[in-house]
């Protein structure tokens, strides 16, 4: 007899919050829908619209004109459905026809002044103001009445007849029907189990994972498990809380990144602004204590089809393709052909090379419902382009298609069908795919072997799955025009189940390799969108073959590493890098695959760690984000596992190798990471000030130096140097994303001016005229004011690999300063491993001009502790300064004092050992350089605690400002929540502070005439050791 199976069979399923039964017929899914398909409404709207009566500083229906606000905006409904002071209904004894009074009031809250942004398109921090308003609202209101409830009603399929981002508050004298219900159920089940029906369920929720849509630290989202509607869900704090009201300071933090997580979701999914329902359900304030009570939310989706959700969106993939087959082409399709996506777990850029590749198939895939044609003709529908259709005939030369680039994947594969089998006619196909396009997961390779399975399976094609692998990456190469292996079409056509496949791709040979028990392959997306065609991709290729040209070989498989490195000094630098990554990955795959199968995560680990390495400093193929993922879940499996870049590089996906059980460990701290870094794996990238972009740039020398910038500040982003050993060292403190530098005060690596340093009082004298400068360090100016040159736009004029050159233009009066200053700052990175630093400047009036860099180094690691480096300044006096930096007298011989850093050694010998450094909490003075503008000779060396790294600091500037990074503690850091004191030091060239005042003093003019050009030259050298 046959078993009854949920999945199948039709059935009812209890909700416990409102006691009623919900029927469920999964075999209705599966009917056909013939009512309207309409794409998602596209509409973009004004960030103010004018006619809009919610906007900030309209004039609504009333009368009432709105203010100009800037966060959350509230106000009494001015078309309430309950009235305050509705009078008492007469009695009833009719028990057909009964009525009572309903007192209550509403008020709508706008959630920004934006008109265009909608919830999940809200920053964090709005969305934290969002959830303070509702808690605020929800506190006054139920004072007076035993009902409150928050809610939201988005876009017009829910009855909302504005889109400006708003929702409403009602207060009510009596409980709605479904809160009722609610308060009904809840109470009963308390009185029997004695604990909160929804906590209870929470604890389900959280140890099944399979309906959960979303997961905070404090939050958990669920489709419930009697959900009545597609894509309902259910949003629960995970401890027992009553009342919005009653949310800790962070539970209310976390909310508004589960909300913003959850609308994503939605919109995510159906590629379009959802509509839904959203309202708050927590315990009355009727003076009872409710302890059966939780607090929840209810995401309801329109209840009706609506033009704004594609049903399709619903559906399987196949489901999908065959609804729109029927549609497109008026007859049902006979067959819906897969193939998978793939990821690599280790063996990258080594398939072109001849050599070995580790990738397995996931369950991402693309599906073709297709049927074959009595004539020569293909057509195509793509389902995931908006419908996009496309059609040739087997009879005429196959051509590029001119606009449609995803028809030339199926083209190109058709065009190389015909050369190895010509025994086939026309197709009609549907397709579409869930493989994310350009995260490194080969979402191309997996379509043209589904083009391929096509035609084989319908016409019987004597080709096996190695044959279709090579006639797609043929296509793909010959085609298309980008110069890919042959891993991802073998991967996607000979992928099992639970197995790995070691590919020999120079015999097209494959090994299974079995995954084994209790380890779960987890691939993170970075949403760092990568593109092979026209990218570096066939750069690499090219070194690649030339590397292999200088060892007389076909391909860089036939080269054995111990006669590379015998001859390595021989290759150009970067061919010679390229060489050793495809060398030493092809040892580190097979090596892998025998670690794999022995089920020796240790090992696996080491290995995929030594091959992220490798493509970072080597290949040179990934980038920060990508760099900061593998670091975050490295930190968290330690040993127990391996994690690496994955795919062709430049942005992509990570691949972890992890036990189950730190699945949820690895989860916790990426989520941690983006939200400490203001990000969402699918948010677009932030955005600067002006509304543009961060523009980054990264320079690499021969000696696998890696530095990092940005156009924002011309700042210095990253400092990564190879040791001896060829690890790699970050030698730079600095933040987790671009927009993160916007939220410190420390000026972490940017360019800083028209003055660095202080002016007391922010005063100048010119001509006997006193001019009062912008200030922003108590009543002084420090680095050139509160909009300084680090919060400006700099113009990138030149960049390449070597060399990036900034420019920006002063107009007269910034900042207060007098006349128009046009500077330029060029960073160069040399082959001996230095920084350059050149700063240019010139005006049209006189004005006092010092620009330099403010970065911040720490040589061990960006969480030690800088007083255990070694430093030498040479440097014979320093200036005593008070504790707001300024000067507090004449400069002192730093002879017999905690100042002498004329022999090298720790900053925490003498560190606070007198009144001069105590008066600013460590070394923060500025010291006056032995060497005046000779670049030969260093004027500071520094030496990490491990004796592994040196720099050395060269300038023309007059002094040199030591600070030990005594006030680091809460500035934002890369890699952890904040920076401790003293994580970092700085050595920032310039003039003396204050130095505008003070023309007494041993230096040069700190004074810029307009027939002057100021110039100024630092440079850090790194050297291994």
Not at 281 to 303: D, T
Request: aromatic share 8%.
């Amino acid at each position: 007899m046959e078993q009854f199976n949920p999945v199948d069979h039709p059935h009812r399923r209890y909700n416990p919050l409102t006691g009623q039964w919900i029927l469920v017929s999964p075999h209705r899914a599966k009917r056909p829908w013939q009512g309207a398909q309409e794409n998602p409404a596209q509409e973009k709207l004004p960030a103010h619209d004018p006619d809009c009566f919610l906007c900030p500083g309209n004039t609504r229906v009333t009368g009432d004109k709105n203010p100009e606000y800037t966060g959350t905006f509230v106000f009494t409904n001015d078309f309430a459905a309950l009235m305050t002071d509705t009078p008492d209904a007469p009695a009833s004894h009719d028990p057909l026809m009964r009525c009572e009074s309903a007192r209550g009031t509403s008020r709508v809250i706008c959630f920004s002044p934006d008109h265009s942004k909608t919830l999940p398109e809200l920053t964090l921090p709005a969305l934290e103001e969002v959830v303070q308003t509702w808690q605020q609202q929800t506190a006054e209101l139920g004072q007076k009445y035993p009902w409150v409830q928050v809610f939201e009603n988005k876009g017009a399929a829910m009855g909302c007849s504005n889109p400006h981002p708003h929702g409403q508050v009602w207060a009510n004298s009596f409980l709605p029907n479904e809160v009722a219900r609610e308060d009904a159920q809840q109470r009963e089940y308390f009185a029997h189990q004695g604990t909160p029906m929804l906590l209870d369920y929470v604890q389900r929720e959280l140890a099944d994972g399979s309906r959960t849509v979303v997961e905070t630290e404090h939050w958990l989202a669920v489709v419930p498990y009697w959900a009545a509607w597609p894509f309902e869900t259910l949003l629960l704090p995970k401890t027992h809380v009553l009342r919005i009201t009653d949310l800790s300071a962070e539970q209310s933090a976390d909310l508004a990144l589960a909300l913003k997580k959850l609308t994503s979701r939605y919109d995510n999914l159906f590629q379009c602004s959802f509509p839904y329902s959203m309202g708050w359900h927590g315990a009355p304030f009727n003076g009872e204590s409710n302890q059966h009570w939780q607090l929840h939310a209810h995401f309801y989706p329109p209840l009706l089809r609506s033009a704004t959700v594609l049903r399709s969106a619903i559906m399987s993939l196949k489901e999908k393709t065959q609804r729109l087959f029927a549609e497109q082409f008026g007859y049902p399709a006979t067959h819906a052909i897969q193939a998978p996506g793939r990821v690599n777990l280790i063996g990258e850029h080594t398939d072109y090379n001849d050599g070995f590749v580790l990738p397995c198939a996931i369950d991402y895939q693309t599906v073709i419902s297709c049927a074959k044609r009595e004539d020569r003709i293909v057509r195509v529908v793509a389902a995931d382009y908006d419908n996009q259709q496309d059609s040739f005939s087997l009879d005429a030369p196959i051509v590029s298609h001119d606009t449609q680039q995803w028809a030339n994947y199926v083209r190109g594969v058709v065009k190389h069908l015909q050369k190895r089998d010509k025994n086939f006619s026309g197709v009609d196909m549907v397709i579409s795919g869930n493989v994310p396009q350009g995260a490194g997961l080969s979402s191309s390779a997996s379509l043209e072997v589904a083009v391929g399975k096509v035609f084989q399976h319908l016409y019987h094609l004597p080709l096996d799955g190695a044959q279709l692998a090579l006639n797609g990456q043929e296509a793909e190469n010959q085609f298309v025009g980008c110069n890919c292996g042959i891993m991802d079409q073998l991967i996607s056509a000979l992928g099992k189940k639970d197995h790995a496949l070691l590919i020999d791709c120079r015999s097209l040979g494959t090994k299974a390799v079995s995954m084994p028990k209790g380890v779960a392959v987890v691939i993170i997306n970075s949403n760092f969108k990568r593109t092979l065609v026209g990218s570096e991709y066939n750069t690499r290729r090219e070194q690649c073959e030339t590397g292999a040209r200088f060892f007389s070989q076909k391909a860089l498989r036939d080269v054995e590493l111990a006669k590379f490195n015998t001859v390595a000094h021989e290759l150009d630098p970067i061919v010679a890098k390229r060489v050793r990554h495809v060398l030493t990955e092809n040892i580190r795959t097979v090596e892998a695959a025998d670690a794999l199968a022995k089920g020796d995560l240790v090992r696996m680990g080491q290995l995929m760690a030594e091959s992220h390495a490798s493509m970072r400093d080597d290949f040179e193929i990934t980038v920060p984000q990508i760099d900061t993922l593998v670091e975050i879940v490295k930190a968290t499996i330690g040993e127990k596992g391996g994690v690496r870049m994955t795919g062709g590089g430049f942005g992509g996906c990570i691949v972890a190798l992890v036990p189950e059980d730190l699945v949820p460990a690895v989860k916790q701290a990426v989520e941690e990471h983006l939200r400490r870094s203001g990000s969402m794996l699918k948010e677009t990238p932030k955005l600067a000030p002006d509304g543009q972009p961060f523009r980054l740039t990264t320079l690499r020398n021969g000696a696998g130096m890696v530095v990092t910038l940005m156009d924002w500040g011309a700042t210095l982003l990253s400092c990564r140097v190879q040791l001896k050993d060829g690890s790699v060292r970050e030698t730079l403190l600095g933040c987790a994303s671009p927009e993160h530098y916007l939220q410190q005060s420390a000026f972490m690596g940017a360019t800083v001016g028209r003055y660095a340093n202080r002016i007391a009082g922010g005063k100048l004298t010119v001509g006997g005229e006193t001019l009062q400068l912008e200030i922003n360090q108590g009543a002084n100016q420090l680095h050139g004011g509160p909009e300084g040159f680090d919060k400006r736009r700099w113009r990138i004029a030149i960049q390449n690999e070597q060399e990036v050159i900034y420019e920006l233009d002063s107009c007269d009066g910034d900042q207060g300063f007098p006349g128009k200053l046009c500077a330029t700052a060029h960073y160069a990175l040399t082959e001996d491993n230095r920084i350059s630093i050149e700063l240019r400047a010139t005006v049209d009036k006189p004005c006092p001009v010092s620009l330099t860099n403010h970065a911040y180094f720490n040589l061990d690691t960006v969480q030690s502790d800088v007083r255990q480096h070694k430093l030498q300044l040479l440097a014979d006096s320093y200036l005593p300064v008070d504790a707001s930096g300024l000067p507090s007298g004449d400069l002192k011989n730093v002879a017999g004092t905690s100042f002498d850093f004329r022999e090298p050694k720790t900053l925490a010998q003498d560190f606070l050992s007198d009144t001069d450094q105590q008066a600013t909490k460590g070394y923060d003075h500025a010291f006056l350089l032995q060497a005046k503008g000779d670049l030969s000779q260093p004027v500071a060396r520094v030496w990490s605690a491990d004796g592994a790294l040196e720099m050395r600091v060269f300038t023309t500037a007059p002094a040199l400002q030591f600070y030990s990074g005594n006030y680091l503690a809460g500035t934002l850091a890369r890699d952890k929540a904040s920076y401790s004191d003293w994580n970092g030091l700085a050595l920032e060239s310039g003039f003396l502070p204050d130095s505008p005042n003070h023309p007494e003093w041993p230096q040069p003019d700190c004074w810029l005439k307009p027939e002057e050009t100021y110039l100024t030259v630092t440079q850090y050298q790194f050297l291994p050791s």
